[in-house]
């Protein structure tokens, strides 16, 4: 209902049906991971910088596994975030939103540096278990449910572990498989542009990650996306489907009908993330 008349067929991976988001999935395999390499022991502080969803699942993760959790968020960052993260116990260091999810991790780096070994800094945008969860999951269940018939995978580029994940498996699997890229723009830093003030929260942060670096020649094409078209999708979502989702889902249907739009892509599969609830949002 979304895109009656596309020529192309535009599927939507629902991860906003995790527990809490697509985070989840790195979340999980990052905590465990550092606690099989004896990186973390009772009382650890997990430390992150994070635009929401990943201190979310890392607040979800630590009060079920018993480590405190402090996170360095833009000020920027939608309240009811800060509220669920207070739900969870998570203690919250709002950052200046000019600095993006850049000043918000240097400063969750001094934290740690400064921490005498009391806080582990789990660094999303660097560590390569963010984007091995997604080769190891999230990938193969895309591939599976759409029946190995999939053209284009369309991914927003924030700290790019889904990017690096979902790229590595797909170019394996599948080497004429597109990886489409999408950021804000408004800051099109991946893209070779200036950082500048943009409203996608989750994309956007302002610096080039390692994540990213690692994954760099398997994107195919890069998408800026205007605010606007992004939240003007995500309220057509909500209304034509029924999907209460975020913005960047909103601006990753966006990026995929651009796509279906072209002569190239008729009849064929595009695949976007759905990566969470619009409950955050609001």
Known sequence: RLFPDLPAKVVGKLELYNPMSVKDRPVQHIVNQAMAAGHLKPGTELVEASSGNTAIALAMFGASRGFPVRIFMSELCSVERFQILNAFGAKVMLTPG???????????????????????????????????????STGPEIWEQTGGKLDAMVIGLGTSGTFEGLSRFFKNTDPTVQIVGFEPAASPVYGGGKMGKHRLVGI????????????RDRLDELVPV??????TMTR????????????????SLWVAEQLGRRPEYAGKTICCIICDS???YL
């Open 204 to 215: 956007g942060p302002g610096f080039i990650t390692d994540n990213f670096a690692r994954g």
């Open 226 to 231: 205007p605010d606007d078209a992004a939240f």
């Open 278 to 280: 619009g409950e955050r």
């Open 98 to 136: 000019v600095e993006h999810t850049k000043g918000a991790r240097a400063r969750a780096i001094a934290w740690c540096d400064a921490s005498e070994g009391r806080s582990w800094f789990v660094n999303q945008h660097s560590n390569p278990h963010n984007g091995d969860a997604h080769t190891a």
């Open 236 to 251: 057509r979502l909500a209304r034509t489907e029924g999907i209460l989702a975020g913005v960047t889902s909103g601006a």
